[in-house]
């Protein structure tokens, strides 16, 4: 015997009817006398019983029944079970998620959901890509309820579907560009992509830029690749580059910033923070950003210093010392969870009863926590897709949507800065850990191979270090944003290098390859601009030795000469060098015989002479 309950409200109101529908099927070669019963328990008790009248039920027919029933005037969770007895014996017991509300507050709870849609940069210097995940998870899917198409592609059909959802979408600017790159220029992917292909590309872009325009999707900012910023601080500090690291990381964010304006049309004011892997180091670099406001998790709250109260409000988060500050929201662990890692269902079934429990769960924060916000941020494409297609994912969202749509005054979805502008955050946090989501720690990006390609890292960061630091302030400045300029190339190329996907996939060589790659050009770059400083020593007097240097870089740099005596300083000069000039430092030989002069870029010694 089969029976599929039909029952469409999630949460019934007390003292209301509704509708259930019951679909009996008999499968044996028998005949049943089939008596119908519902039960609906709220708070582990009992609260009605509903007897249907009975009928006998033929061998293999099926009957569909309809039964209004009146909600008892109780208020709480429970199930409904759904069960077929025959002769006194029960044949089958069916059960939903349930619950009843008698007493609507003031206030809906807000709902904002953060998608997080990204991939890195997965093309080599040369311009070939060694990946197309950029474009496959638009066109290449099959998931129950919904037309061909990848992640990108559903999260479209699932707007489509749920106009009055608006929720937070984080389209990396890594993502946007190489969408941008193959439409920019379609008669050169056709024959690789595919002319269907490049036009679901399109189709999709330009709907989610329409939603942007709209207003239906609150469009979040990042850097432009999708660098564990937190880890990349303290590693590099520790090796005696953090100021650098701090230089690369906001030259991401401000052409990450300018990608999604250019592409979507919008300056993004809120942040992802990728990976969410914070650092305290990053404050200043966001504040100097003008970024509003950025997502953490519910375990960087737990271990957070300041006034604390809940992770369903917005928190002032402050530098005492510097006056920094920034909005942080914290995302629902388990509701986010729950999204990422269990919607592997079997039938649609399965999939709609966990839906239900889903909002189920949602209910109870209502109750607690009604005109709060609560956040559920996630991958937007790696929890339909790892560790392989999930059939029946996405139509677990399209539920969740389409309930949360029908439950007006208990939930209502908003865009994170929109919550700001009616409940700005009242309280203020001091500090908030280090780490990422993952259970606040950086295992994710070491060991193993991974610890040797940081080597490789360390070993050539110098020489990029130092080419970036011999360009005085004034001319970096402008330079650093001239997409045709050395400096702006070797920059892309080492933020590429550094990216958190390849790391996180590293025991693959297609993503070794990458990070080896373009580190190299990265080194190549800073390798070839400082070889065009050129040294040489002429003694001209008697008491006088005269170091020439040339500057054969299209650009002035700054230089240090330093002369040492058995690794004692003797001066530090600092010299400044138009482009295309050369310059003569005097030393007297009195002070410089038996020394050592060395020319510094940075805290790399391009040449260095003894004085005999």
């Not at 250019?262 to 003008?290: C, D, H, K, Q």
């Not at 209910?363 to 609560?374: A, V, W």
Request: glycine fraction near 6%.
């Amino acid at each position: 015997m089969k029976l599929y309950p039909i029952i469409e409200p999630v949460i019934l109101e007390a003292n209301k009817a509704f509708i259930v529908k019951l679909v009996i099927e008999n499968d044996v070669e028998e005949e049943f006398n089939i008596v119908p019963l519902i039960e609906l328990e709220i708070g582990g008790k009992t609260r009605m019983i509903f007897v249907s009248e009975a009928f006998d039920l033929k061998p293999l027919e099926k009957r569909e029944l309809s039964m209004e029933m009146k909600v008892p005037n109780i208020e709480g969770i429970g199930k409904i079970y759904f069960i077929l007895e025959s002769n006194g014996k029960e044949l089958v017991r069916r059960e939903k998620p349930i619950a009843v509300i008698k007493n609507y507050r003031d206030k809906p709870l807000f709902i904002s959901f953060v998608w997080h849609h990204h991939q890195a940069p997965n093309y080599l210097p040369d311009g070939s890509f060694h990946s197309l995940w950029a474009f496959k998870h638009v066109y290449e899917g099959d998931f129950y309820g919904f037309d061909k198409g990848g992640p990108y592609n559903i999260h479209r059909l699932m707007h489509q579907e749920n106009p009055s959802i608006i929720d937070n979408d984080h389209f990396s600017p890594s993502l946007l560009e190489q969408w941008s790159i193959v439409l920019e220029d379609t008669s050169r992917y056709e024959k690789s992509l595919g002319s269907q292909n490049l036009g679901k590309i399109k189709e999709v872009l330009e709907f989610f830029q329409k939603m942007v325009r709209n207003k239906k999707i609150e469009l979040l900012g990042s850097m432009f690749a999708h660098s564990i910023q937190g880890f990349l601080v303290r590693k590099f500090t520790l090796n005696g580059f953090g100021e650098f690291i701090k230089e690369l990381l906001k030259w991401e964010w401000t052409v990450g910033l300018k990608i999604s304006e250019r592409v979507m049309g919008v300056r993004p004011r809120g942040a992802w923070t990728p990976e969410m892997f914070w650092s305290m180091e990053l404050l200043p670099i966001y504040n100097s950003l003008n970024i509003k406001y950025t997502v953490l998790c519910e375990q960087h709250f737990r271990l957070s210093g300041g006034d604390k109260d809940t992770i369903y409000e917005p928190y002032i988060l402050e530098d005492l010392i510097t006056g920094n500050k920034i909005t942080i929201f914290f995302r629902d662990l388990e509701l986010s969870n729950w999204i990422s890692f269990k919607v592997d269902f079997m039938d649609e079934e399965e999939a709609d009863t966990s839906a239900r429990e889903f909002i189920i769960k949602l209910f109870e924060r209502y109750l607690k926590y009604p005109g709060k916000i609560c956040v559920i941020a996630l991958d937007g494409e790696n929890w339909m897709i790892l560790p392989r297609p999930k059939k029946y994912s996405a139509y677990f969202l399209g539920r969740i949507w389409k309930y949360i749509g029908e439950l007006k005054g208990i939930f209502q979805t908003i865009a994170l800065s929109e919550y700001l502008k009616e409940n700005p955050a009242e309280k203020t946090l001091y500090y908030i850990p280090y780490g990422s989501w993952i259970s606040l720690s950086e295992k994710q990006w070491i060991g193993g191979v991974k610890d040797t390609l940081w080597r490789n890292i360390i070993e050539k960061i110098p020489w990029i270090e130092a080419y970036y630091m011999i360009i005085p302030e004034t001319k970096r400045l402008k330079l650093l944003y001239d997409e045709n300029t050395p400096l702006y190339k070797m920059m892309k190329a080492l933020s590429i290098s550094l990216d958190s996907d390849y790391y996180w996939y590293a025991e693959e060589k297609v993503y070794q390859n990458a990070i080896n790659m373009w580190l190299k050009e990265a080194y190549r770059i800073a390798r070839q601009q400082l070889s065009k400083i050129d040294i040489s020593i002429v003694k001209e007097r008697d008491d006088i030795v005269i170091i020439e240097i040339q500057n054969r870089i299209e650009h002035d740099i700054k230089l240090n000469v330093v002369l040492k005596h058995r690794d004692e300083v003797i001066r530090n000069i600092h010299v400044l060098i138009p482009t295309l000039k050369k310059e003569q430092i005097y030393l007297p030989i009195i002070e410089s015989k038996g020394c050592e002069v060395g020319i510094y870029a940075s805290k790399v010694l391009i040449d260095s002479y003894k004085i005999n």
